[in-house]
């Protein structure tokens, strides 16, 4: 059965950076969309980044040229390196593991990013 383990959350200063990782069991991940998910108090839950088995990435507009998501296959690791944080940058956040061709889609438990001074 597949897990996700996330790490790196934290609190950090405006501008500050963070590196957030998720690490996947299973022989599954390599073949998985991975993606990083937020949800700030009283919020929805957010798409933040995603990158395919192939490397393709995505980002939500907010996060762009500050965000950058990677994945390591040898290590069945995803990650999001943070860089300018800001306070709105405050959120849970989730990673996701998905492979849409046998429906199976995953979630970790959440890190907690804050950002303030």
């Known amino acids: 059965q597949v897990q996700l383990v996330e790490s790196g ?13 998720c690490a996947a069991s299973g022989s599954i991940f390599s073949r998985a969309t991975m993606g990083w998910y937020r949800q700030a108090p009283g919020k929805r839950r957010e798409l933040v980044s995603t990158i395919t088995s192939g490397r ?8 762009k040229g500050r965000f950058t998501i990677s994945r390591d296959n040898a290590k069945n690791t995803v990650y999001l ?16 593991l998905k492979v849409p061709a046998i429906s199976y889609d995953l979630w970790g438990q959440g890190t907690q990013v804050t950002v303030s001074s």
Not at 56 to 63: C, F, K, L, R
């Open 56 to 63: 393709g990435t995505n980002y939500a507009d907010s996060v």
């Open 81 to 96: 390196q943070m860089n300018n944080l800001k306070p709105e940058d405050t959120a849970v956040y989730y990673c996701n």
């Open 9 to 21: 959350g934290g609190l950090v200063q405006p501008g500050g950076s963070l590196r957030l990782s």
